[in-house]
């Protein structure tokens, strides 16, 4: 199906599974596709380091939002 030879054996006689023979054949096909993996793994989960002053400062400037957000205290304002 992938194009895959049963039997294979690598060059210094270890086992090479059908995933790492797909993986080589993926690469070999598309040699652009470990930089765009990196690409998207950078795009994800590299995060600049995190300032703890400046956290710190967003945490004590932050508004703490009621439990029920559609309710409105209207004070003194007569209710029908």
Avoid: C, H
């Amino acid at each position: 199906m992938f194009g895959f030879k049963k039997g294979v054996i690598a060059s210094a006689g270890a086992y090479t599974s059908e995933v790492t023979q797909f993986i080589a054949l993926l690469k070999e096909r598309d040699p652009t596709l470990e930089g765009r993996q990196l690409a998207g793994r950078k795009l994800l989960w590299d995060k600049a380091p995190i300032n703890l002053d400046e956290r710190a400062e967003q945490k004590q400037d932050r508004v703490d939002q009621s439990g029920y957000v559609y309710y409105r205290d209207y004070g003194d304002l007569p209710r029908d």
